[in-house]
């Protein structure tokens, strides 16, 4: 990485004065917005306050190519450059202090991220720990980041080697100004996960796999025991503990935590860590997926929760907090709005302002020196200035019932123009798929489809969060099973409501998305007109038998893909490509640590096998999706190509049964 010195240049965004105007959607079709407009790197996101409240920086591209961090002093509104990257792309930082800033980037997509810390007075930047490939020796000097140690100006904890030739793993502090490492204090922890620390850096919180159950584990502090206060069956454990701990308080004793019961709804409760039993006062029912805490800034009191549902909501335990944000409400009307980061004292703020047809806008809201009588907000600027609300497409919560009678919720999104007809649909699932779920916001994926006229159909399938404990259970084991006869039954849910054409449906994801594409188009080839892939999962065997797997991760691969042989061979795609009948576009990443790019050579060898019409994109220097703004935009001129010339054949689409093609498929090989 490169360090630039602090010269001034060219503000990215004007501030201005607060002021919106309520927008209505054009009468005629919206120009075709352009995709390097579309997927354009953000000019301003992650958003934060120096502790004091004087500075503030944000990720950028700073004119680089390479995402960088750029400073804002906020009495003089200068904004300047701090750090630009050179290799990697700057993924996350972190305030340490008011003075040092310690961030991280992976190369290529790799997700092993270099860590750099510098300093506002000095300027200077000094390594932490690099990416595993950023050495040729497998003992790269390498670090994750287990916690930031808000309090601790000095230290963040990580799990990582304590040097170059070290081999053993293990939890360290690390010094972010000499870069040194030392071991945690109590942290012999070998075999566990799920590792929590308190806010001096002390593993409180672990869980551990015995006999069937997965027993959850805590202590009071260094010098006493762990003891087991709550188990979970090992079959669920991973994604559906019945004890989750989030937090915990000022006072390192408070201890927040969800507790999960089948069938029962998630409930938010404080803990007593000394006393081993919960505290009077909080036991509220999460409604929808749990999202976060909101906290004062010293963790001394609890605020407030965010939960999403439809779209995302904030519970206010602390009157004065529900009342600031009414007014931001009122200022901000007809967006979802939050505080991302404060200062210590609470008295400065940064606001975000989103909606399903507005990219983050971030706002300055400053209570020491309020306007009339009222908090006085400024604009800072917006992550895609040059989109306009009135080009994009309203996001539309929607439900339907599946086979087995279990309701599907998800969104909807036509283009301008749909109303009464029927046009090309494209069913677009989620990654993940477990605890994963799409949320109403903007996405610019889906803004491109609906922008080139199809609808976009998001089908929150059996498996995803947010919907209960049971419905998240429902999907383990059901890879190519029901989770992609839920995708099958909102197209047939489409179809029926008139929103779609039979003839003209295509199913396009990635990651898992793009696992589902493939079991579209082998497991229901009558469903659809062609499909995209992108880094998707097509041969299960691949996931399961990684030799680096272990622990937890393996647990979750056995209770909740499937460890059966026979299973692994009937829902991998890959085993049944003779059955597409359509075109395909397929994408992968050479540096993907999640879905290996045997994935795509295995695919492809199966598809030259039997002829069938294909075409790829195979990016050398990415990973789990394609970070690079021009390899990004490359890709999706290639998907907007692929649809333009394949989701508009002619002769109706036949939906055929109301089950999927049974496993093993027809015609194995």
Known sequence: MITHRSTPFRALLATALLTLAPLALRAAPPPLIPLEVLFADSQMRSVQLSPDGSHLAFLTTLGTGKIGIALMDLQSGKIEPLVAAKDENIKFYVWKGNDRIVYGGDLGGNESNALRAITLSKRKAIELANSHQANIDDNADTASILDNLKFDNQHVLIIGRKGVGTWTGGVYLLDVQYGDRAKAPGADVEGAFGLMADNTGLIRCLDRLQEKNVNHYIRTNLKSDFTKVASSPADTAIEAPTWQPILFGADNQTLYVITRELGQTDRLRAYDVANRSFLPGLDYPLEGEFDSLVMSWDRSKLLGVYTTTEKRNVHWFDAGRAALQAKIDGALPGTVNFIASSSADDQVHVLVSTSDRQTPVYYILNLLNPAK?????????????????????????????????????????LPAGAEGKRVPLIVHPHGGPYGIRDVWGFDPEVQLYANRGYAVLQPNYRGSGGYGTEFLLAGRREWGGKMQDDLSDGVKWAIAQGYADPARVAIVGASYGG????????????????????????DLTIITSHARVAGSERLFQKNWIGDDSTYLHDRSPVNFVQNIRVPTLHAYGENDPRVDID?????????????????????????????????????????????????????????GPSEVIDLPAKGTN
């Open 373 to 413: 009588g009222r908090p006085a907000i400024m604009m800072l600027g917006s992550a895609n200035p040059n989109l306009h609300a009135e080009d994009l497409r309203p996001q539309m919560p929607i439900s339907y019932q599946a086979r087995d009678g279990l309701t599907i919720h998800g969104y909807l999104t």
């Open 515 to 538: 696992y589902a594409a493939l079991a579209g188009v082998t497991f229901t080839p009558e469903l659809y007109c062609c499909g995209v892939n992108y880094v998707g999962v097509s």
């Open 599 to 655: 994935h795509w050579k295995r695919l492809k060898a199966e598809l030259d096998r039997y002829n069938k019409p294909y075409e790829f994109v195979r990016e050398g220097n990415e990973g789990h999706g394609f970070g690079n703004e021009n390899a990004r935009v490359r890709f999706y001129r290639q998907v907007e190509d692929f649809l333009a010339r394949n989701l508009t054949r002619n002769g109706k689409v036949n939906v």
